[in-house]
Each structure stands twice: as structure tokens, then as C-alpha cells.
């Protein structure tokens, strides 16, 4: 990876000349109080590493005759130089050979000197830099619309099947009442059946009455007419045998009541109602039954598409462990970017752009005065872990600061006397000099 090893800037917005040799691996805090410099020296890495679109809008220190100066020595053994009237680019390699603003770009992550453009992008911004970083953005994307396409559809089942059961309980039911509605002219039908037969009950009835009325008037018969006995008992005895016959019959004669289908003729259209009610709380119930169903193989396909954008994200190669997405927002170890501490939101955002370009390996960030101790410490170990470079400012003059800027200067340092760069060739380092 490709690291900032020195660095020198004269004259670039408040700073008046620095000398700076950044951590190779860890934290490289540039301290000092507000309005010192301390930012004018990531503004000149930028502009010197990034291009013009990064030149400050005021480049030129304020009341400086002399144009800015930028040095900078990369790992590589890339010389960065501008200098001159029109801070014009020069781009060395070790060989000699010169190059340009493409050769940076080629290994120089734009996010890592501009580390707050990721910062401060939306949470789904974030994931989708990781998306498109580990190559599964599309086939994400295709199975979060499919899984949202489902879930509408399962939420309008499990509102359809609500309102099956609200409305099921909200009907009244009656057990007593039949299955199926009923006829008028079925149950008028029934009555004539019945009053049919009444009606030759009667009959028979009527007979039993008139042979008990001819028997006895035949005994009177028999007792008057003693000359006709002999055919008289004939025909008595005849007689006693059909009275036989007539009262057994009418002993098994019994008459149907029709009070209970006069009633329901009366009450046909309140029976119906009845069932009607039963028949629509049946059909509710049975409804919501199976909307119920399918809402439940719904949830089955939802969990299943989850499941695969599990997987997915599982099995991709991912620029830090703990790091997925949910929903479309990047998270931590099971943390929301809101949620994840000031280190884990740095840690998260360096691997994600270090992923971006392999190559580059620094980062620039200002204003770390947000940050307590313990946090900068954690971040700074996992950068010297990580094998990292970072070169940040803090308003602070406190042992944390890798240096401290006065006025411009880097404190402690002797303050050269302002005079222009020497032109021509491009400047060299010695060892033990800087």
C-alpha cells in the first residue's frame, strides 16, 4: 500500500512553511488551537494529491509574496511537487520519469482525502458504496424488491383475513336454526300432508261411532224381535267382528301435530334470517381460515429471500468482518450507522474506501476534536493493526497530538525565513535530513 512518508507546504492558506513525516502505520494527530493551520495542511495534501477541483479557493497564503509550495515523498517513491506562479503539477517516479494527475488517480482513493464525503453521505449512500464494492448490489437489490413485492402481498392477505374474523365475530349465531334456508310452500305442503291423513283418521272415527251406534241398536233389535234372533245374531256377530277390527285400528290411530310447522309458516322469514347469519359466520370463518394460510406461506417465501440475502452478503467478500447490510443501511456488528461509536464509524468508513482503491493507503481527517482519547486510541490501534495511515488535525496541544502548529509553523521547529522554492530540478531527500 501506498503511504504519505514526507511531506512539505509552504505557503498554502495559513501555513507559512511545515515539515511534516506522517506514521507509516497508525494515527498522525497535526494539533493546535483554532486558526493555526492545522486544516490548511489537509487542504494541501488534497489539492497536492487530488487535483485542482481540490485547489482552495484562496491557495496563496494571505500577504505572502511567495507562491505555494507543495512536496510530497510517497512510498512508492513518488516525488508530488507544486510550486510556481501557477502551482503547476510535477509527478516524479524514481526512475526519473515524469507523470501526471492520471497516475495519481490511479492509485489515489478520492474518498480517502475526502474521507467526510463518505462521513456525512446517507446511510443508504454507505451501502450502496459497500454494494458496489463486493459486486452483489443488483442481485441484492432484485431480492429486497422481490421480498418487498410479498410482503405488500402479505399484508393485504392478513388485512383481508382481519376483517373476515372481525366481521365472523361480529355476526350473532343460532345453533337451533337449520342448516340450509327454508321453503313456505315446502312447509304449506307438509301441513296438507298432514291434515290429509288427520282427515282419514277422522273418517275412522266416524265409522267407529256409526258401527257402535248400529251395534247397540241391533242389541235393542234382538231383544224386540225375538222371532228374528237367528239372523239377527248372524248379523251381530258379523258386526262384532268388524267392531273388533274398527277398535284395534283406532287404538294405533295417532293424530300429527302441524302447531309446529303453522309456527315456523309464521316465523319463516326470522328462521331464514337465522341461517342466512350462520351461513355468512361459516363462510367468514372458513375465509379468514385460508387467508390465514396464505398469509403463513407468505411469511415462509419472505423468511426464504431473507435467508438468501444472508447468505449473500455471508458469503461475499466483505472489507471488514461484522459489516453488512440490512434494509439498505450499512451496519456493524448488528449496529445502524447512527448507533456504531466514533471509532466504528472511522474503522468502517477507512475499510470501506481502502477497498475502493487497495492501493492507497492513507486517509486524511480533520476536526477529531469530536473525539475523547479512548476513542482515538482505539482507532489509532487498529489503524497500526491494519497496517494504516492516517494524518488528522485536532484543536488540542495535548500529548495526544503528533504535532503541534503555531502560527503556521510545525511548534518546535526552526521557522525558515520566507524566500521562493529553488526552481528547476526536483528536490531530493537525504537520510537524517527533515
Not at 81 to 88: A, Q, T, V
Not at 240 to 253: F, R, V
Not at 338 to 363: H, W, Y
Amino acid at each position: 500500500m501506498i503511504k504519505i512518508n514526507k511531506l512539505e507546504i509552504e505557503n498554502v492558506k495559513r501555513v507559512k512553511a511545515v515539515k511534516i513525516e506522517p506514521t507509516a502505520n497508525g494515527l498522525t494527530i497535526v494539533g493546535g488551537k483554532n486558526r493555526q493551520g492545522k486544516t490548511s495542511i489537509l487542504d494541501s495534501i488534497q489539492w497536492g494529491l487530488g487535483g485542482n477541483k481540490y485547489r482552495p479557493s484562496q491557495a496563496a497564503r494571505e500577504g505572502s509574496a511567495v507562491p505555494p509550495y507543495l512536496h510530497i515523498v510517497l512510498s512508492n517513491g513518488l516525488i508530488v511537487e507544486r510550486k510556481g506562479k501557477n502551482s503547476d503539477l510535477k509527478v516524479i517516479d524514481p526512475n526519473g520519469q515524469k507523470g501526471g494527475q492520471q497516475l495519481l488517480d490511479s492509485f489515489v482513493e478520492e474518498l480517502a482525502i475526502d474521507l467526510p464525503k463518505f462521513m456525512h453521505a446517507s446511510n443508504k449512500e454507505k451501502a450502496n458504496i459497500l454494494l458496489r464494492i463486493i459486486g452483489v448490489g443488483d442481485q441484492l437489490h432484485e431480492l429486497e424488491v422481490k421480498e418487498q413485492e410479498i410482503y405488500n402481498r402479505r399484508h393485504a392477505i392478513g388485512q383481508i383475513a382481519d376483517q373476515k374474523e372481525k366481521f365472523a365475530k361480529e355476526q350473532p349465531y343460532f345453533p337451533d336454526a337449520p342448516k340450509e334456508p327454508i321453503s313456505a310452500s315446502e312447509l304449506i305442503r307438509q301441513q296438507q300432508d298432514i291434515l290429509a291423513r288427520n282427515g282419514e283418521n277422522q273418517h275412522k272415527r266416524q265409522r267407529l261411532t256409526q258401527i257402535q251406534a248400529e251395534y247397540t241398536s241391533q242389541g235393542q233389535e234382538i231383544e224386540r224381535l225375538r222371532s228374528l234372533l237367528a239372523q239377527a245374531e248372524a248379523k251381530y256377530v258379523q258386526l262384532g267382528a268388524d267392531l273388533e277390527i274398527a277398535q284395534k285400528d283406532a287404538l294405533d290411530l295417532v293424530d300429527e301435530s302441524t302447531a309446529e310447522l303453522e309456527a315456523n309458516i309464521r316465523q319463516i322469514d326470522e328462521i331464514n334470517r337465522k341461517v342466512r347469519a350462520n351461513l355468512d359466520k361459516d363462510k367468514a370463518e372458513a375465509d379468514a381460515s385460508d387467508y390465514r394460510v396464505q398469509y403463513d406461506q407468505l411469511t415462509a417465501e419472505i423468511t426464504a429471500i431473507r435467508q438468501q440475502k444472508n447468505d449473500l452478503l455471508t458469503n461475499a467478500n466483505l472489507p471488514l468482518p461484522g459489516l453488512s447490510v440490512e434494509d439498505g443501511e450499512l451496519v456493524y456488528n448488528s449496529q445502524k450507522w447512527d448507533n456504531m461509536s466514533g471509532a466504528e464509524q472511522l474503522i468502517v468508513a477507512t475499510s470501506i474506501v481502502r477497498r475502493l482503491k487497495p492501493d492507497c493507503g492513507f486517509i486524511l481527517l480533520d476536526k477529531l476534536e469530536q473525539m475523547d482519547i479512548d476513542t482515538l486510541r482505539e482507532f489509532g490501534q487498529w489503524l497500526e493493526q491494519e497496517g494504516l495511515q492516517a494524518i488528522a488535525t485536532r484543536v488540542s496541544t495535548g500529548d495526544e497530538c503528533s504535532i503541534i502548529i503555531e502560527d503556521g509553523y510545525v511548534a518546535g521547529q526552526p521557522q525558515q525565513v520566507e524566500q521562493p522554492p529553488a526552481a528547476a530540478e526536483p528536490k531530493t531527500w537525504k537520510a537524517g535530513e527533515f
